[in-house]
């Protein structure tokens, strides 16, 4: 008999709260990384202001252009991105379906473990939370633990099975050994 222990692709999340962050009023927005994922924000080329944070309403917020790319950990993929806040329909992402708040790959492209997602501001959206979604990507069989002492088969020097050796000589299998 074999134990075999297979790698667990459950999904889990980082949840980033930009209150929490203790960021000062107007700091602009770069680079946030939390576990397993990276945020980062870039002014965009038809922008006058950068994406920055304030904490009159606690809130991160992007002006029309300027992007936003979400990544995970490259032994990771993306399962769902869901923003917290106002104002969440002046977004666009560069794959999957967003709608209003939450991501997902869309179905074609679920199989592709998307581990990176770039929105792009078209409008003025305001989020004070970012929850990234993700799994692990399954990379097979962990372990695999034969039995130490498993059925005893024995065969001949050409290779062919004995099932009631008699006076000779054979090759024993029993379990790994």
């Known amino acids: ?63 029309s252009g300027n992007t936003l790319t979400i990544a995970v950990d490259e032994s990771c993929y993306i399962t769902e991105i869901v ?22 790959p869309t179905v074609a492209r679920s199989d592709n473990k998307i581990s990176n997602v770039t929105f792009t501001a078209t409008g003025k959206p305001k989020f004070s939370s970012i929850t990234v979604k993700y799994a692990l990507i399954p990379s097979g069989i962990a372990d695999i633990e034969a039995e130490e002492n498993g059925v005893v088969e024995y065969f001949n020097l050409q290779g062919v099975r004995v099932d009631e050796p008699a006076n000779g000589l054979y090759i024993r299998r029993a379990g790994n050994k």
């Not at 297979?6 to 576990?35: Q, R």
């Open 1 to 63: 008999s074999y134990k075999l222990t297979v790698i667990d692709p459950n999904s889990t999340e980082d949840k980033i709260v930009f209150e929490s962050l203790g960021y000062s009023d107007g700091t602009a927005l770069t680079t946030v990384t939390k576990g397993k994922s990276t945020l980062t924000f870039a002014k965009g080329s038809n922008s006058n202001n950068a994406p920055k944070y304030y904490v009159s309403d606690k809130t991160a917020r992007l002006y």
């Open 83 to 104: 923003f917290g806040g106002s104002t969440l329909g002046a977004l666009t992402a560069s794959a999957g379906s967003y709608n209003n708040k939450t991501w997902t």
